[in-house]
């Protein structure tokens, strides 16, 4: 008899960890110092979230700044306003990626990570 109660509650417990939380498609592939940027999400349920910037490496991407952490988010999703300030460096080769409180980086839908897009600067052409 404990085994079919504890059945249930199992896989309740595994359907509430399976958060889904989605970037949206950004609407810019280059992005400029000094400007300001709306990055939008989805989630399915109230998750604990942590965006950060990441950049591209021969190994695949390594943190640059985290943008912010354990910010709490409800369904159907939210959104950040992202300053890009002096000190993000002009280059190519950057991603955000957001994920949720367990945060792992195996496909599993707690995370996202954007197309990759480029930072410039003051004099740089678009």
């Not at 979230?49 to 640059?64: A, E, P």
């Not at 460096?89 to 955000?96: E, H, I, K, R, V």
């Amino acid at each position: 008899m404990k085994f079919n109660i504890a059945l249930p509650l199992l896989a309740a417990l595994a359907s509430a960890e399976n958060a889904k939380v989605l970037l949206e498609p950004l609407e810019f592939e280059n992005v400029r110092i000094e400007k300001s940027y709306e990055v939008e999400w989805s989630a399915d349920r109230r998750v604990t979230l942590q965006l950060v910037l990441v950049k591209q490496t021969q190994d695949g991407w390594r943190k640059v700044k985290t943008l912010f952490e354990d910010r709490k988010g409800d369904a159907p999703g939210g959104s950040f306003t992202w300053d890009v300030d002096e000190s993000y460096p002009a280059c190519s080769g950057y991603a955000l990626w957001l994920s949720s409180e367990n945060r792992p980086d195996d496909s599993t839908g707690y995370a996202d990570l954007t197309d990759w897009f480029d930072i410039k600067g003051h004099g740089d052409g678009l």
